[in-house]
Every structure is written in C-alpha cells, then in structure tokens.
C-alpha cells in the first residue's frame, strides 16, 4: 500500500464516493467493489464485524482498484492497530470530539515518531516480506478520518483540524442529530447548521469535509457535493438491501394485482 488514492482525494479536497459495509460478508465486498466504489469501508462501529471478519472483507476489495477502509468500532489504539495490520488502508475513528481525541486517533494510526503504533509481520506487509517497504511508506498513506458526530465535536472543528495528521472529518448526522436533542431529525436547522459550521472550518484549513448520505438520492447525494462535502459514503448495504426488497415487491405485488 505505496499510493493510497483515497489519501490524496482527501488532501486535494477531490470527490471520491464510497460504500459501506454493516450486514455483509467479502462477497458484498467485491460486488461493491465491481461496482465501482472509490473505496468501500467495513463498520466495526455498528455491526459485529470483529478484525477476522473484517480481514475477510479487505480480501474481498484486494486486487479490484478499491481502497479497503474501516470505521473502527472505538477510538482505540488497539483497535486501530489490528484494522490497519489487517489491510485497512485507512481508518475512520467514531466520535471525536476535542483535539485530545483526535490527537490520540492520529497517535495509534502512525509509527514511531509521529505515533506510537506497533511495528509487526501482519497481512498489511504480506507478513512480513514487505515489512521495510511498508513501514517506510505507512505514516504518508493510511488515510486518517475523524468523526465529527456531536455538539462538543462541532465546537472543537477549528481545534480538530489543527491536529497534524488528521486528513479529513466526516459527519456521521444521525448521531449528531442525537446530540442536539433530536435523534434521526438530520434536516433539522441545528443538523444543518452543525454540517455548514465544520464544512466552511475545513474550508478554511484545507481539509475535506465528509458525509455519510445514510439514505441516498440523487438530489441530497448533489446537495451534499454542492455543499461542500467531497468524501461521501453512500448508503449501507443493508440500506440497499431493504430498498431493493421493497421496491421488487412492491413493483411484483402491483402486477400481480394489474394482473388479476
Ligand atoms: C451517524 O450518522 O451517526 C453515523 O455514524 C453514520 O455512519
Ligand atoms: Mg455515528
């Protein structure tokens, strides 16, 4: 991993659209993969994907020009650690909210002396037969994601930005809904305003602003770009899933009716 795409689409602020992974399996990875995502991440978050079944995913991405990610379940030096070793090209880090935090994400995501994460024969350096080529290259390409998903983390923006090592924010608005006080409410004017305040602060510094487009449409997937958001994941599989289902059957049970 000598050229991660996905890194430099952050620092040059450049579009890249991304899937999520919640529910499935290395097969949903390579169709996700085939279908031409940027890069697709595995939700260690909200799932009970553990390192061997994301590794299982990353394998599924190996090989088909899409970047392997991971939203780590914590912000965890461990946690971290493992993804990364297990084939992450990169890590999203829930729910940071001050520049301690951030600071401690970037600290486990980097080697010695920007970091402090553990040197190891591991998937990531093909066990060891890669292992100087890796290490000499892994601090300027594991791409470093933070989670902006709380008033305390929108308050901080400025402070979180100015974390070295840090490459982008990303919104995660459902939880950040639930910090204003009204879950699951994302067009709420204080949503709203939270999402304008963090993308005008990486504006400012540079950095590019993501958004998790939890349920996709054409029209917010073309407002979140013209609002200034450039690393957008596009749904989830289990999202897909359910509006795939329902739309078949709706459409089925509707002939079935024409038809009788
Ligand atoms: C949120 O909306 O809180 C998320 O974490 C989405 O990924
Ligand atoms: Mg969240």
Same mark, same amino acid.
């Given at each position: 991993m000598t050229n991660n795409t996905v890194r430099k689409a952050l620092l040059e602020r450049k579009v890249t659209l991304g899937g999520w992974i919640q529910c499935g399996n290395a097969a949903t990875a390579e169709i996700f993969a085939h279908a031409g995502f940027d890069w697709v991440a595995a939700d260690a978050e909200h799932s009970d994907f553990d390192v061997a079944s994301c590794t299982q995913l990353f394998r599924g991405l190996h090989g088909r020009g899409c970047t392997p990610l991971v939203r780590v379940r914590e912000n965890d030096t461990l946690a971290i650690r493992q993804m990364l070793d297990a084939g992450a090209a990169g890590v999203i880090i829930p729910l940071i909210a001050s520049p301690q935090e951030a600071q401690r994400a970037v600290a486990a995501s980097k080697y010695p002396p920007q970091g402090v994460r553990g040197y190891g024969f591991a998937r990531m350096n093909e066990w060891g037969a890669n292992f100087d080529l890796y290490a000499a290259s892994a601090n300027e390409n594991v791409a470093i994601v933070v989670m902006i998903e709380s008033k305390q983390g929108v308050e901080n923006i400025d402070a979180i930005l100015a $974390?070295?090592?840090?490459d982008g924010v990303f919104i995660g608005p459902y939880d950040l809904s639930g910090s204003y006080g009204?879950?699951?409410?994302?067009?709420a004017p204080a949503v709203v305003e939270a999402c304008k305040h963090v993308v005008a602060a990486c504006a400012s510094t540079g950095k590019s602003a993501g958004l998790h487009? $939890?349920?996709?449409t054409p029209e917010n997937v073309t407002k979140a770009i013209a609002d200034g958001f450039t690393f957008i994941a596009l749904g989830l599989d289990s999202v897909f899933l359910q509006q795939g289902a329902r739309s078949a059957l709706a459409a089925a049970r509707a002939a079935i009716e024409d038809a009788t």
């Open positions: $974390v070295d090592g840090v009204i879950p699951g409410q994302t067009d487009v $939890v349920k996709p």
